[in-house]
């Protein structure tokens, strides 16, 4: 009998998947357990990805072939450095989200509150897959589970805003979703193979091919829209700000998921050179990545909705992991995987704030935080962190991986890209510290004194500031897992 941990790949995908299933069914008896499943069953998760992790590191990247049947037939999973990282991140994050709704749920009721958690868990499970899978079409199977999830939990208040944001949403996923289907099938077509690194040894022989060309640009555009790459990032602002409470954070870790796929078609499937041969990708991602960045940010300026504003400010953070990515050199793929680790965190912790703000203060616009640091002096301490993070403000982790991707753009000679970065860091600033002198330097108009919430709250939004800053002190802790994964990536492998 193999041990346990020879299975942990398929383990930490499956665990919420089993607990998305078995939720439901308990609900209808015991409601009141439903959140206990959720806790337990991400908690066990975390645990699991910390063990891969650990073996990672210490033996190197883990493939496992689902039922024990090798590819080309069968489905393997494989966990590098890349996967094992993303996946401990995935599962912390999740566990993180699911505590802070234990008291702070919008009330859903009984029947959305149970739907609520199984869609969480349903949405946890596709996204650990997406960053594991060395299967083309298991990846698409993937993110459709993660997308009917995400569906769900944008439109489960079924109010006219939140639905109108799910039916954007999923009339432009699915348009994405069809473009992955059809390039997959492009690339079976000619390879005769779904496993990704058969398909990495295969297309170089055949890379002139019409077939493999469309098949590789429609998987481009497909995962473009999952990602909300300008110009296809339209649903993500309205479905940001009339989702439910915390469907932002799980969508940020979906966003992520989508980046490592497209890390994966770009360096696995075609490797960087041959992607730089079938279509000019370097040129055509980095100045879609850097219009991103400058469009976004612009537009974020000018929103009054603090939900809004983060979602635009999403749209360019994912443009400078694109621009990373196009870059295809070591310290633009290592300064991208970076930054999705610090924008991960700093924007988690934003949006768990904002949501402390709205919950406690009824709170979402931006002229309302006049005076807020007086009277919820810790929330804004963390939000402010987070902030300082994502605007890039010397030695914050934000700062460390703008700071990869301006270097890997200076040495490829492209210095316009360096100076987008820096473009993007004053507008940035801008944005933030206008909600700065809002709330430390303008007196609240408020009649009556705000209270600053439930302690756990608090905690959860001073633990994530305090971790988007001491990511840039202690960047060597991810850059020991990211260097090798943007070597083997490099190679043209996992």
């Known amino acids: ?66 039922s024990g049947v090798a590819p080309p037939l069968g489905i393997e999973f494989v966990a590098d450095h890349l996967g094992a990282v993303l996946s401990l991140l995935i599962s912390a994050i999740t566990l993180i989200a699911i505590i802070y709704l234990q008291a702070t749920i919008p009330d859903l009721g009984r029947k959305k509150t149970t739907i609520f958690y199984t869609l969480i868990l349903l949405a946890a499970g596709a996204t650990q897959g997406i960053v594991l899978t060395n299967d083309l079409f298991n990846l698409f199977v993937l993110i459709e589970i993660l997308a009917i999830a995400m569906y769900g939990l944008v439109a489960i208040r079924a109010d006219g805003k939140s ?33 990704m690194t058969l398909m990495g040894e295969i297309l170089p022989d055949i890379i002139h091919s019409w077939t493999v060309l469309a098949g590789f640009a429609l998987l481009i555009a497909g995962l473009s829209t999952k990602i909300g790459l300008f110009p296809l990032h339209i649903w993500m602002p309205d479905a940001y700000a009339h989702a439910p409470s915390i469907t932002p954070v799980i969508s940020t870790l979906a966003l992520k998921a989508g980046l490592v796929a497209l890390i994966r078609l770009v360096y696995v499937i075609f490797g960087p050179s041959l992607s730089g041969e079938a279509v000019p990708l370097p040129s055509v991602l980095a100045l879609l990545g850097a219009v991103a960045i400058v469009i976004c940010s612009i537009v974020a300026l000018q929103q009054s909705d603090i939900r809004r504003m983060l979602a635009y400010s999403t749209g360019a953070n994912t443009g400078c992991i694109v621009l990373g990515i196009s870059l ?31 919950i406690q203060a009824g709170i979402r616009m931006v002229e309302d935080f006049r005076g807020l640091a007086d009277e919820m002096p810790y929330t804004m301490a963390g939000f402010s962190l987070g902030a300082i ?31 987008v970065i820096l473009f993007w860091t004053l507008l940035t600033a801008l944005y933030f510290f206008r909600i700065f002198r809002l709330a430390y330097f303008e007196p609240s108009h408020r009649k009556h004194r705000l209270d600053e919430g439930k302690w756990h709250m608090i905690l959860i939004v001073l633990l994530l500031g305090a971790a988007s800053i001491l990511l840039g002190f202690f960047v060597e802790i991810p850059m020991e897992m990211i260097r090798p994964a943007a070597d083997t990536l490099l190679g043209g492998g996992l």
């Open 328 to 358: 295809a050199t070591s310290t633009g793929l290592e300064g991208a995987m970076l930054h999705m680790i610090t924008h991960t965190v700093a924007k988690v912790c934003l949006f768990i704030a904002a949501d402390a703000l709205l």
């Open 1 to 66: 009998m193999t041990p346990i941990t020879d299975h942990l790949p398929i383990l930490v995908v499956m665990i919420p998947v089993i607990a998305a299933y078995i939720t439901p069914l308990v609900g209808i008896l015991l409601d009141r357990t439903v959140k206990g499943i959720a806790v337990a069953a991400v908690s066990v998760n975390l645990a699991c990805s910390l063990l891969l992790t650990h073996r990672v590191l210490i033996h190197g990247p883990v493939s496992y072939n689902l």
């Open 389 to 419: 993070s994502i605007i890039g403000i010397p030695l914050s982790g934000g700062f460390m991986s703008k700071i990869y991707v301006a270097n890997a753009a200076i040495g490829a000679g492209l210095l316009i890209y360096a100076g």
């Open 163 to 195: 639905l109108l944001a799910g039916y954007k949403y999923l009339l432009i996923g699915s348009a994405g979703s069809a473009l992955i289907l059809i390039g997959t099938g492009f690339l079976f077509i000619s390879t005769g193979t779904l496993n």
